[in-house]
């Protein structure tokens, strides 16, 4: 059983930065591929990022590419994701997400969840 826990959310401004960290227990971590979703109020879950066990394969959302970066530090079973160039849009609950092996883009393949940390960008 992986365990998932968020940080890094709050209330920035339209054009800032964040970094979301997502710190596992319970598992091995090296053998997970792990991913950020996020979900606004009234919309349905989307895909943000993934990367692989190895991090060698990385997948984004076209909404956020070239603007968010997934990375992976295997030595502290962190996950993080840099947000520059933040949009109102990019408003929502982000959630990190873990499953065995190989990067996904859906989140009905993801086995554990995190609960979430909130991401707010004002206009």
């Known amino acids: 059983q992986v365990q998932l826990e968020e940080s890094g959310g709050g209330l920035v401004q339209a054009g800032g930065s964040l970094r979301l960290s997502c710190a596992a227990s319970?598992?091995?971590?090296?053998?997970?591929?792990m991913g950020w979703f996020r979900q606004a109020p009234e919309q349905e879950r989307e895909f943000v990022a993934a990367?692989?066990?190895?991090?060698?394969?990385?997948y984004y959302a076209d909404s956020v590419e070239g603007r968010f970066t997934i990375s992976r530090d295997d030595a502290e079973n962190t996950v993080y994701l840099q947000m520059n160039s933040l949009k109102p849009e990019d408003t929502a609950v982000y959630y990190c997400?873990?499953?065995?092996?190989?990067?996904?883009?859906?989140?009905?393949?993801?086995?554990?969840w995190g609960q979430g940390t909130q991401v707010t960008v004002s206009s």
């Open positions: 319970g598992g091995t971590f090296r053998n997970h591929a």
């Open positions: 997400a873990a499953r065995l092996w190989a990067a996904r883009t859906v989140a009905d393949d993801f086995s554990w």
């Open positions: 990367t692989s066990w190895s991090g060698v394969t990385t």
